[in-house]
């Protein structure tokens, strides 16, 4: 018998040194064209036989529109690396003729007048999107198949599919993150193919090729839109409202092949019934497609339909039909599976087959597509038409700028966003001009308004792929409401961040307070400049105007520059950094003077953050977006590999970001040294475990083991899955004046939580500045032994090591980088800590 295995092993081994041919993956029952040129002429080897780089995918896709009349190419923006962003637009040469009639006829379906559009005769629209994720590579090297497929095919039937349908073909939805995985498998790859899964190919270095150049997960961004690559995918599907989008990835090396639908008790209620027949129908055609070349596949089960900020789900919220594709994956050129020899070729036939696959459904289901998105914007536009008259308004009166980005997603999505005629107080709040809006119901694109601003506690299931809630308000800290529409209130057609400014020149002093979003900005490039800061601990009141906790004061004298060279460095810093600097001429306030103790004199923040093996990519990448992107803050990042060599002392804060596995004793000793020598180390999330368990604070947490009781073995993982808070939002009430809170203007605050860490209060009140209510769930899943184990607890605590503080965090305040609303609780810590 094991003869037997390993001749078999051997046979395939053997198999897997041949270097794959086109014919292995393309149709045989069609001829194809001599003068389209084949991806080997281009790139230079067969597909599958090395990973594809991403510049080599784009020589190939622009040789291929230059040879070809069915298809265009083009560049739609670049990633954070500089890489394009392409759109391969592909039909029939005739139809290229006309392409902006089909385009506008198209939008016609979504809008009034649409029934007398004749579906019968309209092409269908096919968004073919590859590889979101750089490590899932198949998606991207099939989509050089599937090109060259539909430029070089020659036959009635693929004739026809190009008359009847609009291909939009983006081979690479994470240009960054494949160009770094291309590297590791190309640089790793042995002239003897190796499947041994314990072989370097298949270990990537951390933090992989999964994520974008700032480490997010990019399947996560298409309803929060907060990174380019999402931006300009997100443009084109309004530009198109394709009736089909397919998104290919890849999951574990021993699963087969998973299609959608998924758990049918897992599909967001705002999803139509339709919707989810239309999936099931295009399955069908995956299933023949699949069967014919004998690979094993699952469907209607593992992945769900919940979360709209996937490109699987992100279409259904939208009149169309999203699938998710998911390859098991080779992880390099061969491996190892439970299913015998798994080469990477043969992923990428399985995700050309389903992308032709998709196009045959899309082609025999043609009108009835077409007919559905009719018919989901007629629905809509008579719930829009119910909710005539009515708006939601929101806003923070204290800080214009984070109003202005959330305005700024929603005008991405479509969404019409008008401004207040003028100031108004509605529920007890204030909306004012400039840092409030308005959105009316009655708008075409009323589901994703209720996707993004529901709040919802009740679910059919208790398991979630993804997270529960993410009402956008809330992760905004924001007011919000429903009001009146018919105020005389403007549409916004040119949407701009606040101006800045200095409102008056000052000889004796400078204020701002520190509610505006951009306030760490303005505060890092005064004190990198060597300008002298203080913080105000009190409120206060100067002529009329009342400052509250947290306000910056920059005082004229006894800088290193003059008064003249001060009022013009901090005119181009509150331009930009979008915030009022105001100039006093007094130091005598009411509350507390501009020369009293309780104003803290502030130090440059050096910032250095662990990254490395047993970090999790995802929270430290968005801390370091935080950093670089938002706020012009350098923070060094520095790995764990080469930790113990690194001198702390240049650094006042240190960042220990979430843990996926334990951190060696020289991380240990070396930071436990540094904060007793006077540091400060922020914790988050499961570091609060690793912190408390490695003697750096003494807290005490609430337990979260629960025993089964009537559970059988097949319910144990359901079990445990409905214990997972897997991301949900809470209240916690606010002690105003700790330095934590400075800049928040409300006495609660909505967090996002997906860990069950559950700190217990100090018995001191004093030092429990956030402390989650007695009723905290605002929206999402929890289930209710861990709701009552929240109830009370605190997700911050502050601890002295030596002459050092240790800053705990159990909750992500930077969460895909759209959690405007508790970025400054991170901020505050960095700056403010001193003062806790």
Known sequence: MRKLVLLFLLVHFSYAQESPHLDYYLPQHLTYRTDIPTPKQVIGHEVGEWHVTHDKLIEYMKALAEASDRITFQERGTTYEGRTLPLL???????????????????????????KLDTGNMPVVVYQGFSIHGNEPSGSNAAMVLAYYLAAGEGPAIDDLLRNTVILLDPAFNPDGLQRFAYWANTNKSKNLNPDNNEREYHEVWPGGRTNHYWFDMNRDWLPVQLPESRSRIASFHRWLPNILTDHHEMGTNSSFFFQPGEPSRVHPLTPEMNQQLTGEIAQFHVKALDSIGSLYFSGENYDDFYYGKGSTFPDINGSVGILFE?????????????????????????????????????????????YQRDFYSKTRSEASGSKGKA?????????????????????????????AGDFTEKGKKYKKGYSYIVPRNQKNIRIIDAMFETRT????????????????????MDYTEVNASRGDREITDLQLPKGQVTAKSNYAYLFEWHEYYTPKALYK????????????????????????????????????????????????AAA???????????????????????????????????????????????????????????????????????????NVFILTNTWGSLGPHIQDKLQTWVKNGGTLIGYRNAVNWLKSNDFVKVDLRTTDRV???????????????????????????????????GYKDHTIALFRNTNIFMEPDEQSYNNPIRYTDNPLLSGYISEENLDKLKGTVPFKVQRLGRGKVLLFTDNTNFRAFWF???????????????M
Do not use: C
């Open 89 to 115: 637009v592909i039909t029939a040469p005739e139809n290229h003729n006309r392409i902006e009639e089909i385009r506008q006829q198209h939008l016609r379906l979504s809008e009034t007048g649409a029934d």
């Open 327 to 371: 390859q098991g994956s080779s992880r390099g050129h061969v491996q190892e599976s439970e299913n015998g020899l798994l080469t990477f070729p043969f992923t990428i036939r399985n995700q050309f087959t389903t992308a032709i696959s998709t196009l045959e459904a899309a082609r025999n289901m043609r009108q009835k597509l077409l007919d």
């Open 392 to 420: 939601i308004v929101f806003g923070d009166e204290k800080d214009a700028s984070k109003a202005y980005h959330l305005a700024e997603i929603l005008k991405q999505h479509q969404i019409k966003v008008y401004e207040p």
């Open 458 to 477: 009740t679910f059919a299931d208790s398991l979630f792929y993804d997270i529960s809630a993410w009402t956008f308000p809330l992760a905004f800290d």
């Open 526 to 573: 005064i004190l990198k400049k060597g300008i002298r800061a203080k913080v105000g601990r009190r409120v206060f009141s100067i002529t009329d105007t009342t400052y509250d906790y947290g306000t910056i004061m920059i005082p004229v004298h006894n800088q290193d520059i003059s008064a003249d060279e001060l009022y013009t460095f901090l005119q181009d810093v």
């Open 577 to 651: 950094a979008h915030i009022k600097i105001h100039g006093v001429t007094t130091g005598s306030a009411t509350g507390t003077d501009l020369g009293s103790g309780q104003f803290g004199t502030l130090e440059l923040p050096e910032v250095a953050i662990l990254t490395g093996n047993g970090i999790s990519p995802y929270d430290a990448g968005e801390i370091w977006h935080l950093f670089d992107q938002r706020y012009d803050i350098p923070i060094t990042k520095i790995d764990e590999s080469y930790f113990s060599r690194v001198n702390l002392d240049r650094y």
């Open 708 to 742: 089964a009781k009537n559970i059988t073995y097949e319910q144990e993982r359901d079990f445990r899955g409905a214990q997972v808070t897997g991301g949900a939002i809470f209240q916690a009430d606010t002690d105003r004046s700790h330095p934590i809170n400075f």
């Open 821 to 835: 609303g508790t970025n400054k609780l991170l901020m505050n810590a960095v700056y403010f800590n001193k003062f």
